[in-house]
Each structure stands twice: as C-alpha cells, then as structure tokens.
C-alpha cells in the first residue's frame, strides 16, 4: 500500500471523498462567509461612489465613527493594562483560588452580550445600585456616552488576559529570575525581559481586543440612548440607518468595519504564524 | 514549575500590585455586574419570576432560541468536521485563504452580519428571491434565525475540532490498515471516536455562542413575537417597556444555561486529560 508516505498529514482518503469534501467545504465556506461578505461591499457601492462618500461624510455618520474611537482608545489601553497585571500575577505566583480566578476573568465570553448590558443598567441606571450617587455628581452613565465606553469595557476584558496567560504559563520564569537575581528591578524585568517574550501574543490579544470594540452592538445598543449624533457608535448608526430603510448609507458604513474585520483576519494569521498558537485552544470560552 | 524550591520562598517582584489590581478590576467590571444580576432576581420571589417564564411570549421565545441554537450547533458540527478535516487533510488551491477566512464570523461586526445576511435572504435578496417561489422563506422566519446561527457558531466547531485533527496519531490509523481494515473501518472505529471530545466540546461552544447570539439575528428575524423572537431581543423589550423584573428573569435562565453548557466543558475537558495523561 502506498499509505506509509513521509508526510504524516497526507491523507490516504480515496480522490473522490477528497473532492467530496473540499466541494462541500468550499460552496459551504462561500454561501456562509464569502458571500455575505462581498454582498456589503456590491450594496454599498450599488448606487455609485457619490452616495457612498455622502454616506460617510454624513455628520451623524462622522460623530458615531468617532464615538467608536473614543470607546476603543479607551478599553483596548485598560483592557491591555488589566491583560498584563492578571497575566503577570497569575503566571509567575501560585496562590489559592488562581484557577477560579483565571475563571472568572474568562466570563464576560460567555455572557450574552445584551445581559451584559442589563446587568450595567442594573448598576449604574437611575433606580441602580450607584446611579443616584453618580446623578449626585451631575454623571450620567447610562443612556449617555459612559455607558457606552463600559459595556465596552466589559465585553473585552478577557482578550488581552487570555492570550497571555497561556504564553506566559509556557515560559516560565527562568529569565526573570535570573534578571531579578542580577539586580534587575521589576519593572525592569518586566520591561526588558518579558515583554520582548510575549510581544506577539500581546499584539495578538490587542487586534482581537480592538477588532470586538469596534464592532460590539448588543451590550452598546442596550446601554445607549441611540440618540444620533450622539450616544451612537458605528455599529448603532448601522442599525439606525437600516431601520430608516437607508441602505445604501448602512452598507456603506458596514464597509469600513468589513473592511477593518478584513485586516484583522490578515493580521491575525500573519502573527499566528509566530506564535504558533494552533494547538492552543484559544477559542474556548472557559 | 520551573522555580527551585529556594526561589519559591522568595517572589518575584510585583504581587501585590499584579493581583491586587486585577482583584480590583475583575470586581469591578466582572463580579459587581453578576451580582447585581443574581441579586435583582433573587429578591424577586420565585412565584413572580416563574409566572414571567410562564407567559406564552416567553415560552416561545426560549423554544425558538434553544431549538435554533441545538440545530444550529448540530449543522456546525458537522460542516465543521468536514471543514476542519479539509483543511488539515488535504492539499487545494486558496486552503490557506479559506482557512483565515473561517474566523469572519469573529471577527466582523454581529449587527453588519446581521444587515449582510438580510440582504442575502430577504424576499428580496440574492438568495431569498429564488427560494421565495418554492415556498421558503428564508427571513422573517425561524429559518432566518437558524441561518444566523450557524453563520456565528461555524468557525466555534472548527477552530474545536481543527486541533484535534493536526493532533491525530496517523500511527494508529496505519496500524489499523495493516492488520487489513479499510479506510471506513478506520475511521468509524480508529479516528472518529478520538475526535469525539472535540466534535462535542465545538457542539457546545457554538451552541453557547448562539444561545446569546443578538446582533446578527436581529434583522433576519424580523422579531415578530411568539414566531421569530429570540430569547436575546425579549430581554431588550423587557428593558424598552421598563419591565427589569421580566428582563432579569430572562437573563437568568439565559445565563444558567451557558454556564451549565461551559461547565460541561470543562468537565470534557477533565475527561479527555485523565484519559491521555496529558495537559
């Protein structure tokens, strides 16, 4: 039998089984992901580049991409700065309820999105537990730009944290050690020794942090007033402009984040190309 | 662990401020949320919330959405199998292209998802148009909404089940072939029942993912109550009529589920370390 060749993933499957499945593959990979994709872009400049620029120069359009800015520059730096701080504790201490708490910082993957905005009225709405003090001060949270920044905040607490903590759990901590035992400071150590480390991971962990900010609606859309102009991020004005059968402006809009979910897949296979992260199984949720 | 036992006296520098940092974060922005959830509806009392989970509208609701997530995750399985079997298998033009092409899902906005889908499956869409002819009516339907679902859920079962191929022992396969079993027998015997914790650990990340799926169901659903309203859009009107009762109630049976289904996960995950002995 020819089967024993050298290379170990050449399959011995039988040419037509091999057709067969990568014919099904290929017409399902087209009707569900290509074709939706292509269907932005073909709608978007359906009705000529004039409609196209005018969608997107727009003020309501102009307000709601840099609302979405704002929320991004924002959470992607915290969430980024909350990543290292729990991937640093986490990996080079041992401490009781570590695992629990790896857990935990794990959740807001598995919590709905729209719950996840519930649960910030629930907090910081009028009738929530901290919304008549922060009404005190005259700040308003929910329905207003704050809530907005906060849901997403929490719908991205975890990416940062959760490319890191594998990478950093497979190092070790040899090298710091012998850093810190050559009179290295922390921050030193931290800066010259393990940052050059897990740079890939963590350029990793901000694409997909960045990629979710920019395109998160259901815990914004519970938390936003969708006054445009604005409460409305990109995504909002996507909706709004939708339900107000414009189309042709929704698509447009709908191009520049296809286009930047584009980027991030190129993106991403070129850095998981250096960390070699496909054993890993990063999409788990827990 | 790497550190000699007289290294493990002494820390490296920064615990305190590390964890004490992310303590205060993850109670702030994770634990504080969950527990003004759990909270709000435990002071509700159990007659009331069950009497919310008893209306018609509700009920529809939570069947649609758990029906269309199982059968979503179902069809997920399987062309996730074959995609990630394909992948790893097989040699073809444009494998690489596909292959990052399978996290779009991921990686596009869920509400531009939702508007693309729509205007693939509308009764005006590309595809809708022929199929409305024929009886189907692939928006404004419970089709719609399984079709979003196994649009957010497929690169869940294949990014589960693609390592466990890369992982496969060919060894095994090729010993099974020598002591003279065809390429069926080998694979319903050898290979299947060692992808099996994977296929099931997809089904239940995609099922997850679906059951909280909102963006891109929204608009093919077309939201009508007791047909097309997923579990997801209740809540919101829950929360647009001021009933934060009856949103909570909602959210609670939601959140129950995914954290069952992931705790399930985890016990698989237990399952498949014990067995191999690996970590």
Redesign the interface.
């Known amino acids: 039998?020819s089967?024993?060749e050298g290379f170990?993933?050449?399959?011995?499957?039988?040419k037509w089984v091999?057709f067969l499945?990568?014919g099904?593959?290929?017409g399902?990979?087209f009707l569900?992901?290509?074709?939706?994709?292509g269907?932005?872009f073909w709608?978007a400049f359906r009705k000529g580049i004039k409609t196209y620029a005018l969608a997107l120069s727009d003020r309501n359009a102009q307000s709601a991409i840099a609302l979405t800015l704002l929320a991004t520059a924002i959470s992607v730096p915290v969430n980024m700065f909350?990543g290292l701080?729990?991937a640093?504790?986490?990996t080079?201490?041992?401490?009781r309820g570590k695992s629990l708490?790896i857990s935990?910082?794990d959740?807001?993957f598995?919590?709905?999105?729209?719950?996840?905005g519930?649960?910030?009225?629930?907090?910081y709405g009028i009738?929530?537990?901290f919304g008549s003090t922060l009404q005190s001060f005259g700040l308003q949270v929910i329905f207003a730009v704050p809530g907005v920044v906060l849901a997403t905040?929490?719908v991205t607490?975890p990416f940062v944290a959760r490319e890191l903590i594998p990478v950093m759990q497979e190092q070790?901590?040899?090298q710091?050690?012998a850093a810190?035992s050559l009179g290295a400071?922390?921050?030193q150590?931290?800066v010259k020794v393990t940052l050059p480390n897990i740079r890939w991971a963590l350029l990793y962990g901000v694409l997909l942090c960045s990629?979710r900010a920019?395109?998160?609606?259901?815990a914004v859309?519970?938390v936003s007033s969708n006054i445009r102009g604005l409460t409305n991020t990109?995504?909002?004005q996507?909706?709004a402009l939708?339900n107000d059968y414009n189309?042709p402006a929704?698509?447009a809009l709908?191009s520049i984040?296809?286009s930047l979910?584009?980027l991030?897949?190129?993106a991403?296979?070129w850095l998981e190309a250096r960390i070699d992260y496909?054993?890993?199984?990063?999409?788990?949720?827990? | 662990?790497?550190?000699t036992g007289t290294?493990q006296a002494r820390?490296?520098?920064?615990?305190g401020?590390?964890?004490g940092?992310?303590?205060f974060?993850?109670t702030l922005?994770?634990?504080?949320?969950?527990a003004?959830?759990l909270l709000?509806a435990s002071a509700v009392s159990t007659t009331e919330l069950i009497e919310t989970l008893k209306s018609p509208r509700v009920q529809a609701s939570l069947r649609l959405t758990f029906g269309a997530s199982v059968l979503a995750a179902l069809i997920n399985t399987f062309?996730g199998f074959?995609?990630a079997?394909?992948?790893?298998?097989?040699r073809?033009i444009?494998r690489?292209m596909?292959?990052?092409?399978?996290?779009?899902?991921f990686?596009?906005?869920?509400?531009?998802?939702g508007?693309?889908?729509?205007?693939?499956y509308a009764p005006t869409g590309?595809?809708g148009q022929h199929l409305i002819p024929w009886g189907i009516k692939t928006a404004i339907s419970p089709l719609g909404v399984l079709i979003a679902l196994?649009?957010i859920g497929?690169?869940?079962a294949v990014?589960?089940i693609?390592?466990a191929i890369?992982?496969l022992d060919?060894e095994a396969?090729?010993a099974s072939?020598?002591l003279g079993a065809s390429?069926l027998q080998t694979f319903t015997r050898v290979t299947l029942p060692s992808l099996l914790p994977a296929a099931l650990?997809g089904f239940t990340?995609a099922l997850?993912?679906a059951?909280?799926?909102?963006?891109s169901v929204i608009?093919i659903a077309g939201n009508l109550p007791m047909r097309t309203e997923i579990a997801?859009?209740l809540?919101?009107s829950r929360?647009d009529e001021n009933d934060?009762v009856g949103?909570?109630a909602i959210?609670v049976v939601?959140?129950t589920a995914?954290?069952g289904l992931?705790l399930g996960?985890?016990a698989i995950q237990w399952f498949i370390q014990r067995k191999t002995g690996r970590n």
């Open positions: 039998m089967s024993t170990s993933h050449e399959s011995r499957d039988p091999q499945l990568i099904l593959t290929l399902f990979v569900l992901l290509i074709l939706p994709l269907v932005i709608e909350f701080a729990a640093w504790a986490t080079k201490y041992s401490f708490l935990i910082i959740l807001p598995a919590i709905s999105p729209v719950i996840a519930l649960m910030l009225i629930l907090l009738h929530g537990w905040m929490f607490v070790g901590s040899e710091e050690w810190v400071s922390g921050w150590t931290f990629a920019m395109g998160e609606f259901g859309s519970v990109l995504p909002l996507i909706d939708y189309a929704a698509f709908s984040l296809a979910s584009i991030t897949l190129i991403k296979s496909r054993s890993k199984d990063k999409e788990e949720l827990l | 662990m790497s550190v290294m820390r490296l520098p920064g615990f401020l590390t964890l940092f992310t303590l974060y993850v922005m994770i634990a504080l949320p969950i003004a959830l709000k062309f074959v995609a079997w394909t992948l790893v298998r097989y073809f444009g690489r596909i292959d990052s092409l399978i996290d779009l899902p990686a596009m906005p869920t509400a531009v998802s508007i693309a889908l729509m205007a693939i590309l595809i196994v649009f497929f690169p869940f990014r589960t693609q390592p890369e992982e060919i396969e090729q072939a020598s390429r650990t990340l997850a993912r059951l909280g799926e909102y963006g608009f997801s859009l809540i919101v929360l934060v949103a909570c959210a939601m959140l995914t954290f992931l996960i985890q």
